[in-house]
T-cell receptor
Framework: AQSVTQPDIHITVSEGASLELRCNYS??????LFWYVQSPGQGLQLLLK??????LVQGIKGFEAEFKRSQSSFNLRKPSVHWSDAAEYFC??????????FGPGTRLSVLP | DGGITQSPKYLFRKEGQNVTLSCEQN?????MYWYRQDPGQGLRLIYY???????QKGDIAEGYSVSREKKESFPLTVTSAQKNPTAFYLC??????????????FGPGTRLTVL
């Protein structure tokens, strides 16, 4: 069965600093990978997704993620964090014959 | 604008009562889903439907029921059999019936509290 881990429960960064959120997955075949963001009390918004092709994918709000098959990782990055990026971030993996599996989330706090 | 609406935003229930959460989408998506979210946990799949008049249990279906009489609507009933129903409930939809790979789009959620 597939699984997703997000090793960091909570990360705090200063505004303007760079950001990397980690995501590791376990899946036997080609994964379909997603990053979502959730503001408090809101639904999830899709940031970006990877299905195939270029392993570096660009998303909305200046986010990007890199798929590394050898490390089973799909880390999310942003070069300069804005205060409005404070939220919870979820990594998810899908694949043929398997329901989506979501990671437990990483809560991002941004210091002024 | 196209999107997914959920109502109500907040819902309070007394123990022993059934309650129904509404989910409507105007995206013309075939598939719809219900997830439960608890603090510190990822989303867990309750039920999904890939086509009208058909639905399947997810990972935590016990104590819940659904119907899919119309393409745009997928209501969730939380029954009195659900032992710990207090949670945040999210509805999602995807374009095709490939529930395992299609991008899922989410509604704003309903927070259910049992008093």
């Amino acid at each position: 069965a597939q699984s997703v881990t997000q090793p960091d429960i909570h990360i705090t960064v200063s505004e303007g600093a760079s950001l990397e959120l980690r995501c590791n997955y376990s899946y036997g075949a080609t994964p379909y990978l997603f990053w979502y963001v959730q503001s408090p009390g809101q639904g999830l918004q899709l940031l970006l997704k990877y299905f195939s092709g270029d392993t570096l994918v660009q998303g909305i709000k200046g986010f990007e993620a890199e798929f590394k098959r050898s490390q089973s990782s799909f880390n999310l990055r942003k070069p300069s964090v804005h205060w409005s990026d404070a939220a919870e971030y979820f990594c998810a993996v899908g694949g043929y014959g398997q329901n989506f599996v979501f990671g437990p989330g990483t809560r991002l706090s941004v210091l002024p | 604008d196209g999107g997914i609406t959920q109502s109500p935003k907040y819902l309070f229930r007394k123990e022993g009562q059934n309650v129904t959460l509404s989910c409507e989408q105007n995206l013309n998506h075939d598939a719809m889903y219900w997830y439960r979210q608890d603090p510190g946990q990822g989303l867990r799949l309750i039920y999904y439907s890939q086509i009208v008049n058909d639905f399947q249990k997810g990972d935590i279906a016990e104590g819940y029921s659904v119907s899919r009489e119309k393409k745009e609507s997928f209501p969730l009933t939380v029954t009195s059999a659900q032992k710990n129903p207090t949670a945040f409930y999210l509805c999602a939809s995807s374009l095709g019936d490939r529930r395992t790979t299609d991008t899922q789009y989410f509604g704003p959620g309903t927070r259910l509290t049992v008093l």
